[in-house]
Each structure stands twice: as C-alpha cells, then as structure tokens.
C-alpha cells in the first residue's frame, strides 16, 4: 500500500530553489505539477499484474490533477478605525503539503514585493491596499502590512482555507509617502491567483470602505440649579447648608458629560478613554463667556459601549467666573466635544448647553390633620437642592422649623419626633423630593400639646425664583400648617332597654386616642 500526493506550483514554490522535491521510487510517491492535468493528461498509476494464465496483464487508475479558482473575501463591508478585519483566500492550490497547515507569510522589505504576501521576489500572493496604495511602510516603519504582524493560515490540514487578521490603522502611507488618515478610503485585498480553474493567471479582489462614526456630547440635565456658597444658605439653627458635593457650606452641582462616538471603542474587552482636550466645559453669559474645565478624561461607560462619561463638579466661588462675576441664574454652561473624524471624515465641533435656574420651593405633608403619636410624612420639593442627578441627596432637618404652643423648635433638634431617615432624604435619584417621617408628639420639652393644636412649619428658600444667586437677602418663607386631632368622642350602647340579665355592650368612638394605627389598642 502506497499514496501518490501532487504539488500545484504556485508563485511561492515556482520559484528557482523553491522548487519542491520529487520523490519518485518509495511508497509516497511527490509528482511536481506547473499546470492542471486532466483526462489523458491526468496522472497515471500502472500496474502490471501476472494473471492466472502467466499473462502480464496492465492494471491502471488515473485522477485528474485539477487547478482551482481563487477567492479573496473580507468579513465585513465597512470598518472604522481600531476594527480588526479577517481576510480570507479559499484556494486549494495553495495548500502545498496536505499533511501540514500551510503558511503564507508577509516579505519585510524586498524592492518590489515588501508589505505583501509574497516571497522576495515573483509574483505577489496578495497585498492589501488603503486609497488604491499598498498598504506599506515607506512614511516609517510602524506603517505598512508587515508591521502588523499579517500572515495566511490555513485553517486546518489540507482545507485550502487560509485566514489572517489585521487592525484597520488610523493613518497610512499615501501616494506621496506622507502620513494621512485612512478614514474615507477604501481598503481592498488583491490576490492573484497563480493557477485559476483554466489554468491562467488572474486577479481577484476584495472591498470594503474605513468609515467613521459621527459622536455627539450631552449633558445630564437641561437645567441645572445655581451653586450657592458659604454662607449663602442656612439652616434654622444657623449653621451653614452643604450640598451632596460642596464642602464647608458650599453646594456645588454635580454635571455628567455623556459623549456617544464608536470612533474611540477601540477595544472590545476594555474600557477604552477619551483623551484630556477633546471635551471642553465653558460657561456663557451673553457676550462674555470662561473656560471651566478643558482636562476632562471620558472613561467609557462599559466595555464596547461607545459611550463616554465624566462627571464635573462646578463650585460657586469667584475662580469660576463669568463677565466677571459669580455664576448665577440664567448663564449657560455649554459642553464642547471636537470630533476628530465624523461620517464625513472631517472634523465637527459638537455641543449641548444647558442653563442654570432657581426655583422657589414648596413643603408638604401626607394630612393636615394628626392623632397624637403617629407618623407625619414631610416633604421639601426644591429641585435647587438636587444638585447631582446621579445621587440620592439627603439634608439636616433643621431645614424646617417646628411652631406651635407647646414649643418652637427645629425637626432636628428633638428626640421626641422620632425621624425615620435622620435626615430629608431624597426619594430618588433626580427627583427633587426630599422626604422624612417623624412621630407627632404628645409633648415637646415637657409642654404636652393640646387637641386640635395649629403647628406650623416653616422651611426658608434661600434661592427663590427670579433671584439671580443664593443669599440671605433672596429668602422666602415657606409655610405649612397642620393640626393635631380634636374629633372628640362618641359613646354608645348596644341597646336602649335591657333586662336583669342582659350582656351590655358599650362602644366608644374616640380617635384622638387612636395613637398607633398598627397594633390593637
């Protein structure tokens, strides 16, 4: 038992030296082929057996030696910058050892085959072209086809499939040997086929277009409240009011910069960056405008998002300035996002602004009415203390105050209203709402609070609408008047006359003594 294996030649192993060796006397015999050889061309295996009569008698097989056609494929039609592109060559001339995975390297720099699949010399294999050049390294030596590290692989033995992988760069060697952007241009992938079907030499090709993606910027809200500093904002105990991200009794707003652009996922397992420069925060007012922030470094928000975000907080102190005065109500904070590449492949300035408001506040409570020892649910709804969006925000309760004839004292300052948070907590993220409940005393500080008791709750807006900052002399009160319970009560029996030996049964209706609306009292 034998095996017979044909080489194809092609424009690697034709070459004087390259030549594969014949074996012709040995169980695996190696026939050299320069062309296809079919019907009574095809390579022959002869026999010559000695039959039973003593005859030689010739036994003979044959199959025929067939070249095949080429074909050169891209896995996608459209690529951006950063894409990794598979190249595939189905061509089963090219597998010249069936028992091996066959490889197809890139020449590093012969005069006339460098930067393609080739060998020094003859004709190429293939070669990848940007803008109708080969892609090669004359403008340097990172450039170019070699340089990434390009080769054909055949995919398994004796398939005759062979794939190999690049990433589409951001610039190129041109025509002129300079540096430019490959965004725009096609990218093509020229194998010749050294044998096609009919024996000739031909080229086929592949195409595909490097595009980019237009970004966009956005902020987080469209408005957002003015900052307020030290001072400007004081609670009923008259310690100053610090925002979720203001320290010392500042409140500074909290802005998250979203930029949308594919361009810059460059990698799909990590979290790629958008570089300081790209992204600038200024701040408008008519004519007159300032830099905020122009070092701001967008960390992508997952991996293969494309989306890009920063937050930036912005303090209301003088460094932060516009026409020479402190931000206040109605400047605009624009964002400013150049993107390098847009579909086009040009350059485009992005931008989304938003402005800053005050807004006077209200306090409100679930009933106006309440049995001494339940709950109250108090609410401050000021969209100007949800100064982060991304955040749940919380505030002293000393922002309201507590009037009643039993006692003036702020919510904060009491045990006896038992508050569930400590603190005027926001409901939600971005809400503006800021809830706690706290227990309607029997009495405060000793001075128990007569039924039907007018309490008033106060909580002062230091930013109001219309005002241009925070401060002291923008305030206004806000009011809110609830009750405790004086429905007095009712008492009744089960009937009108009785006997000697009746059961009476008596009902009394008194819900000032309803203290707990939970357990049965």
Known sequence: ???????????INSISGSIPTVTTNDQSI??????????????????????????????????????HNGVVSFDSGNYKVADTVTVTVTDMDLNVDSSLIDVYTVDAASASNADAVAATSGTIVMEITIGGERWDDACGATYGLFASGFMLAETDTASGIFTG????????CDADDAVASTTGNDL????????????NTIEVGAAATITANSGSVSLDRQVYPVPWEVSDFVDHDSTTVSGASGTDGTGSIVLTIS????????????EDQIASGAVVLKAFRGSNSTEVDSTLTLVETTADSGVFEVEVTVPATQTITVGGDPLKQGDILTVEYTDPTDASGNEYLNTDSSTLDLRTGSLI???????SGTDAILSIVDADLNLDAGTVESYTLNLVEWDSDAATVNLGDETEFDPEPSLFRETGEDTG?????????????GENLDSGEEIELEYVDYGTSGEDNYGTANTEDIGLTIFTSNFGATIELDKKVYTWTDRVFVNITAPDHNNDSGPVE
Do not use: C, W
């Open 1 to 11: 038992e034998g095996d017979i294996e044909y080489i194809m030649l092609n424009q």
């Open 30 to 67: 190696t026939m050299v082929l320069a062309e296809d050889h079919t019907g009574t061309d095809a390579p022959r295996i002869k026999y010559s057996d000695t039959d039973s009569d003593g005859q030689a008698t010739a036994i003979a097989d044959q199959a025929d030696a067939n070249t």
């Open 165 to 172: 992988t690049f990433q589409i760069p951001a610039n190129y």
């Open 188 to 199: 093509e992938a020229d194998y010749t086929d050294y044998l096609d079907a009919s024996g």
């Open 259 to 270: 930029v949308t652009d594919e361009d810059y996922n460059t990698s799909p397992i990590g």
């Open 365 to 371: 409570s679930d009933k106006s009415v309440y049995v």
């Open 433 to 445: 709402v800021f809830q706690v409940v706290i227990e309607i005393p029997a009495s405060i500080n």
